[in-house]
């Protein structure tokens, strides 16, 4: 799927709408999710372009990678997450319900959260 350059999270790295900032750095912003589903929830998001983890790991420099995933164990870390634990989790495509065809990692903490995925799927 090729980027689309007006999706909301471009148009928050480009300063056009507002967020909630968590965290800057050259390699990934994060911001509190607008609807949070968890006591925190929080995204983070790679600066460059790309739509799932197949577009980041195939075109992404390795700096960019190693930038990128440093960025969310630290946004993790100063949220105060690291003690009781959290989970990480991005949706990828279609079958994972990808609404923002930016790729963002959903932080969620601050409480026991429950099983992994909904049951029954297999
Ligand atoms: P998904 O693509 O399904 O992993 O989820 C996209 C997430 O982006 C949802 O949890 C939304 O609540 C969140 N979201 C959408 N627009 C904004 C926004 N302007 N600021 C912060 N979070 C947003």
Redesign the pocket.
């Known amino acids: 799927m090729a980027y689309d350059t007006d999706n909301?999270?471009a148009r928050?790295l480009r300063g056009e709408?507002p967020?909630?900032r968590v965290y800057e750095d050259d390699w990934a912003l994060a911001?509190?999710?607008?609807?949070?589903?968890a006591p925190v929830?929080v995204?983070v998001i790679p600066k460059g372009p790309y739509v799932t983890l197949e577009d980041f790991t195939t075109q992404a420099t390795t700096e960019e990678i190693a930038g990128f995933w440093r960025a969310v164990g630290t946004v993790a870390r100063d949220l105060g997450l690291s003690a009781d634990g959290y989970r990480f989790?991005?949706?990828n495509g279609r079958h994972?319900?990808?609404?923002?065809?930016h790729l963002?990692v959903?932080l969620f903490g601050g409480c026991d959260l429950g099983g992994m995925i909904k049951r029954g799927l297999v």
């Open positions: 909301i999270f928050i709408i967020c909630n911001f509190h999710d607008i609807r949070p589903q929830h995204l989790l991005a949706n994972a319900h990808q609404e923002v065809m963002h959903h």
